[in-house]
T-cell receptor
Framework: AQTVTQSQPEMSVQEAETVTLSCTYDTSESDYYLFWYKQPPSRQMILVIRQEAYKQQNATENRFSVNFQKAAKSFSLKISDSQLGDAAMYFC??????????FGPGTRLSVLP | NAGVTQTPKFQVLKTGQSMTLQCAQDMNHEYMSWYRQDPGMGLRLIHYSVGAGITDQGEVPNGYNVSRSTTEDFPLRLLSAAPSQTSVYFCAASLNNEQFFGPGTRLTVL
């Protein structure tokens, strides 16, 4: 079975600075998708970024980018120019051949003014 | 286009009571799922459905039942609520590689 690990339960960053959230996963599948979801205090789950494993190029969405290292099974999220609205829980997720998603335990990000 | 809706948003139950969490989607997605979210554990899959009439168990199915009579609706039933089922519950509908979540239900079992 696939597992997703997020080793940082909590992180903090100064406003306008850059922060990197870590995620590692375990799988024997060769083709899969990885995701980062944001959950603000409103509880809504919001897709931040998606990476397809067969693509070597790292995904980017505005201030959000990933560092995908397939051999190391690592998928970190970098947030540049952090804003107060970035404060939230962040979940790393995996989807393989089936349609089920596997989520990590989450990292709570605080943004300090 | 409402996406995925869930009712109720909050619920308090007593141990042993039963209830149904409602989930509906208007996107015509075949795949739907139920998760529970607990502190430090992320979202864990309870049950899922790949289409009307087809359901299957996820990682933590005990104490829950589901049915899928239509594409739109995917209710989650708690048969006899226990304090261990205190959690936030999310319903989701998926198409290809995108998963759309409902707003969640916070359930407390006393």
């Amino acid at each position: 079975a696939q597992t997703v690990t997020q080793s940082q339960p909590e992180m903090s960053v100064q406003e306008a600075e850059t922060v990197t959230l870590s995620c590692t996963y375990d799988t024997s599948e060769s083709d899969y998708y990885l995701f980062w979801y944001k959950q603000p205090p409103s509880r809504q789950m919001i897709l931040v970024i998606r990476q397809e494993a067969y693509k070597q190029q790292n995904a980017t969405e505005n201030r959000f980018s990933v560092n995908f290292q397939k051999a190391a099974k690592s998928f970190s999220l970098k947030i540049s120019d952090s804003q107060l609205g970035d404060a939230a829980m962040y979940f790393c997720a995996y989807r393989g051949y089936g349609q089920n998603f596997v989520f990590g335990p989450g990292t709570r990000l605080s943004v300090l003014p | 286009n409402a996406g995925v809706t869930q009712t109720p948003k909050f619920q308090v139950l007593k141990t042993g009571q039963s209830m149904t969490l409602q989930c509906a989607q208007d996107m015509n997605h075949e795949y739907m799922s139920w998760y529970r979210q607990d502190p430090g554990m992320g979202l864990r899959l309870i049950h899922y459905s790949v289409g009307a009439g087809i359901t299957d168990q996820g990682e933590v199915p005990n104490g829950y039942n589901v049915s899928r009579s239509t594409t739109e609706d995917f209710p989650l039933r708690l048969l006899s609520a226990a304090p261990s089922q205190t959690s936030v519950y999310f319903c989701a509908a998926s198409l290809n590689n995108e998963q759309f979540f409902g707003p969640g239900t916070r359930l407390t079992v006393l």
